[in-house]
């Protein structure tokens, strides 16, 4: 036994709809990135820190200053990561409220 697939009359004006459907979707995302570049510029850099500053300061510092000391050395890696993980959370806070002013100008400006 097999199944038959019934045709309908009415596959035109489906097919009208579909495509009616998909280009109001098209118009409303719009061709533009989700993410805008300079976030991603960001992210890649603090990324880049965060792997390179602290393994960079716990190589640097083991011999020419804490004399073959690794758990010191490692105190100031972990110190380093520490402040690059700040210096992210407080970019992110000024990006945030820059956002949130531009469009609280936006609102000032639409109801005068």
């Given at each position: ?35 805008p570049?300079?976030?991603?510029l ?46 992210y ?14 469009a609280?100008e ?7």
């Open positions: 036994m097999t199944a038959r697939r019934i045709q309908s009359v009415d596959t035109v004006a489906f097919e009208k709809d579909r495509d009616e459907a998909s280009l109001a979707i098209r118009e409303k995302s719009g061709l533009g990135p989700a993410v570049a300079s976030v991603i960001k992210l890649l850099g603090f990324t880049f820190a965060m792997i390179v500053g602290p393994i960079g300061t716990y190589f640097a510092t083991l011999h020419t200053i804490f004399k073959g000391n690794s758990t010191v050395a490692g105190a100031a890696a972990a110190v380093i990561a520490n402040v690059v993980l700040v210096g959370i407080l970019v992110a806070m000024r990006e945030d409220q820059s956002e949130a002013l531009a609280k936006n609102i000032g400006k639409k109801t005068e």
